[in-house]
């Protein structure tokens, strides 16, 4: 009889951790590239250098990293606050959830999603909300998976379409 795959090892991020952080940032960056229609601001990646670093410190922030083999394999940022601009409903935020090309398919996303989980319920906030690029399949499925279901639609157009 096989055992049971191990869970992966997740667990908050280090200082040292934030470098490799910032290269799945990157590389999720690169694979939703497409589907931007709003140009990323410039300094853009210093602000989420920023963000990382202050989730080391910050209680209601969280970025947990993923190790298979010893290295980092995925990442996920976290940020507890209101939920909605019509609510103080406190929400957990989910974003920046990336798994090296290389390694995915084994579960490290689940495993990242789930240790925000368990921090966000630690916290006391019972939901938790994540935005996806509507072309995005592959990452609305996986959220889908998890139990997450669409709540709102974001439509854009470039004004010269709009009208008629």
Known sequence: MSAAPATPAVRRAT?????????????????????RVFAPREGSERETEARYRRALEDPD???VVCEKDGAVAAIGYGEIGPGSSMSDELSLSISNVVVARDRRGR???????????????????ERAHVRVF??????IRFWERL????????????????GG
Do not use: I
């Open 147 to 162: 139990g997450m279901r669409p709540r709102l639609v974001q439509l854009t157009g470039r004004l010269a379409d709009l």
């Open 107 to 125: 579960g490290l996303g689940r495993a990242v999603v789930m240790a925000l989980v368990a921090w966000g319920r630690s916290r006391g906030v």
């Open 134 to 139: 509507a072309e995005n399949a592959e990452a």
């Open 15 to 35: 200082e040292s951790d934030v470098g490799r952080a910032l290269e799945l940032y990157r590389e999720l960056e690169d694979h939703q590239g497409a589907w």
């Open 61 to 63: 922030l969280a970025l």
